[in-house]
């Protein structure tokens, strides 16, 4: 075996191949496994059923972050229809599930696809569009969506919802809240490591391309519509994925969460996560998960304590108001989101007793 | 005939407030290229504003109006210095990123105060108002927005075209860069554009709210309804907002009157689609062009 690399005290790169590297240094891969040995042999086993239901929704919201990241962050396309598109992945993968009986390792990946499909015709308007009105397109997009959600009563039910089968997979059932840890969190490597891998590839360049300077991108020769099409495609894919395991997780599908608000909790999580950083997006979706469930249990501990019996203390006045406090706070203080506070924390580790 | 003519007339009146709040948003983003996405919390906060004073506090209907508008022009001016300033030249994702802050702070807040229940104000409006033309009545709550409406715009139309403000505000609008050297305070202009959208947008808020009640999720979903306008008319033009504001106004009212009133809220959205596609700029909108 050859010598553990440490971080070098200067940028020695010499050859492209080491600027792509995803771990720079032995170490990073070394706890990286350790990361995931322990998240998968020791997280499921130790935690209670409620710890699980979090950690769960934080797989779910990180896959659909990535994937917007992949369209805000990398391509610079601003989107605000994703929690749309995953309600289209939800949707998709109930009535897959329900209308062809199809078992839940097809119909995820094919809800994934027909999100992917559907996030393309709302990219359309991106070949003659950017930043504010391609934006105002997405905010449409959001709306037309939803519309359909609720009023195609042949196809989506309408305000009854859809109730799945339980899922399972080559014959095991998944069901509770453990089994689903496995399944979502598999999904979440999976769809992480292709985004990573993304990135590094001719496409993911293209897409970085694209965001630094579109015109400049095209005179290149990169085809702007064919790489603009393609990142929608793979953001509304990954969206797509997070919705066909939400429907699974929460056993039925209504229309009502997925309205503006989720997509600008998704567009909150990659800012305050990162822009275009992969691991940002996780900590985004952590950061936006566990603030609300921060909240329904401040405001539920508040109205036990019957502190102000006459105020009717509700959760979503607060949380809205948190909410855009937090948003606020991050792009006014640190607009490149929690991936660049522990980058700074770590190289200050780093370079101690130097650091700035 | 008679119902389409009813339909015509509330389309017109409806529309009429929603080209003066896309008014208020045309303006800041003429001046500062920002879209503001809490542009219907700015209108509900007005108008809330308002009914505090008229139905809480008892203070009469004119006063109580210059009131809100004087807190409004201040509020806008707040959010400005506090939340907008220190965003100048950063990418457009933050501040569009910053403004749906703002706007679900701004909700949060107002659902806090308020509560989200539907409340009237105080009548004030006398029944002499209601006009009769035939078989068409108006009544007199759209005859008093009708009437507040032009008289704003014909204020706000004489305000860019004489005042020095409204002129620097244009030259500003015009080229940023160019005002600058020729001595405008480039960013008391700023300012200034969120006051008088603030402002305007009070002004809509209220005559909204004289027509159906006010609801605090009711006036800020009439923000996001401000796209389709300004998108139609043309993101930098004022009269254009106007006019488009008429068109989705007659739009929403001829749709929820003949096909159905679910897809009244969605119709707008999808003829701003097509309008995209067709026209990137909307009907009145300046051609951008672009260098590398």
Redesign the interface.
Known sequence: MRRLTFHPCGNYKERYEEELKVFSTDFGRLWSAVGIVILFAVVPFISGPYTLYILNMVGIASIAAVGLNIL?GFTGQ?SLGHGAFLGVGAYSAAILATNLNMPCWISIPSAALITALVGMIFG??SV??K???L???T???Q??IE?LL??WEDLTRGTMGITLPAASILGIDVAGDRNFFFLIYVSLGLTVWTAVNLIRTKYGRAFIAIRD?D??AE?MGIPLFRYKLLSFAVSSFYAGFAGGLWAYYMVSVTSEPFN?LLS?EY??MV?IGG?GSIAGSIYGAVFITLLNEGLRLGTDLLMNMDLFPEV?L?I?????????????LF??FE?KGIAEVWRIIRSSFRLWPFSY | MEFFLQLLVNGVCIGLIYGISAMGFVMIFKASSV?NFAHGELLAAGAFFFFTLTAWAGVPVYAAFLLTLAASFILGFIVERL?LR??IG?P???V???T?????????????LW??NLYTFPDFLPESLSLRFGAITIPPVYTGALVIGIFFLALFGLFFKYSSQGIFMRSVADNQTAALSLGVHVKRVFALSWGIAALVAAISGITLGIMNGINVHELSSIG?KV??VV?LGG?DSITGAVIGGILIGLLETFTGGYLST??K??VP??V??IV??IK??GLFGLVEI???
């Open positions: 805000i601003i359309i308007p003659r569009l930043g504010l009105y934006t105002i397109a905010l449409a997009g709306f037309i519309y609720v009023h300077n015109r400049a005179g503006l600008v567009i909150a800012i822009l009717g509700n979503a006045p607060i949380r809205e108001l948190v909410f855009g406090l937090a948003i606020i792009i006014l607009p | 879209i939340f220190p965003l950063e457009l994702i933050e569009i990123m910053l749906i802050g703002l706007s679900s702070l701004f909700k949060g807040l107002m659902l806090l509560g989200g996001l796209f389709p998108i993101l679910s897809l809220d969605v959205f999808i701003l689609v995209l596609l990137p700029y672009e260098r590398v």
